[in-house]
């Protein structure tokens, strides 16, 4: 039963990473190659050919994919605040990477978030239903 | 335009999480990451209308945030959308019915109050 925990530990944390790096450094590219404004329903198209956005997508299905693999045996309210971590990475991204002006007020509008979504998952579990039979413990 | 796209993805996102979690769970834990298991596994989920709906619903999302990315910064747009996060804690327990405690609510107050900040 340890082993399987620990197993069970393991597979969560290295999944989780991949969803944090892969949701970062696919937000970072969508910026970085977007354009200033997208004015026809065709430019929403069109603009997923620029290389840095195809880049920025490809990492994003990525995000989808661990995500939904993680989801697989963990609660959503688990993987929630785990992965909450992005949203200081992603503001870190646009600050170093891209010369984003980030206010204080913004700095601790995000702090909160990260905060709000720890507490969302506080003391929870990787998971509260039983992996083989869905039943809820 | 900027809190049209933003009500959009905010929905989407919410719908597409919530099928996300509904179709994977009834898929099962994916225990086995060999690539012909894994192949497996994306044919099944594939054939899923669940998940299939909810790739959908994402899509929407992704559409409206690269609308919302293309004039806003990067550090405005990721955090002004975990707003979702409130949204997604209520469904949690009242479709997905997962334990939520009085913590996790005091948590989803405390993103509201970080997104309002973020976003004035």
Request: net charge negative.
């Given at each position: 039963m340890t082993s399987e925990s620990a197993r069970l530990r393991s597979k969560t944390w290295a999944c989780s990473a991949v969803v944090v790096l892969a949701n970062v450094f696919g937000d970072f590219s969508l910026k970085r190659g977007?354009?200033?404004?997208?004015?026809?329903?065709?430019s929403y198209i069109t603009v997923l050919f620029r290389p840095w956005v195809a880049l920025g997508v490809t990492l994003l299905v990525l995000w989808l994919l661990s995500r939904m693999t993680l989801l697989s045996w963990a609660d959503l309210s688990y993987v929630l605040p785990v992965t909450s971590i992005s949203y200081v990475l992603v503001a870190f991204a646009g600050r170093w990477w891209l010369n984003e002006q980030i206010t204080p007020q913004r700095w601790v509008g995000i702090l909160l978030i990260v905060a709000g979504v720890a507490l969302v998952g506080g003391g929870s579990a990787p998971q509260t239903f039983g992996p083989q039979s869905g039943e809820r413990s | 335009m900027k809190w049209l796209l933003i009500g959009i993805i905010i929905a989407a996102t919410c719908v597409g999480e919530v099928l996300q979690a509904i179709g994977m769970r009834r898929h099962g834990e994916i225990a086995d990451f060999r690539p012909c298991a894994l192949g497996r596994a994306a044919s099944t989920l594939a054939r899923n209308w669940i998940v299939i709906a909810s790739v959908v619903a994402m899509g929407i999302s992704f559409f409206a945030f690269i609308g919302l990315l293309s004039f806003t910064d990067l550090s405005f747009a990721v955090p002004v959308t975990a707003v979702t996060y409130v949204f997604e804690t209520v469904l949690a327990k009242y479709v997905l019915k997962e334990r939520v405690n009085w913590l996790r609510w005091v948590g989803a107050g405390v993103v509201l109050s970080g997104v309002v900040l973020v976003s004035l």
């Open positions: 977007m354009p200033a404004e997208l004015p026809t329903p065709l | -």
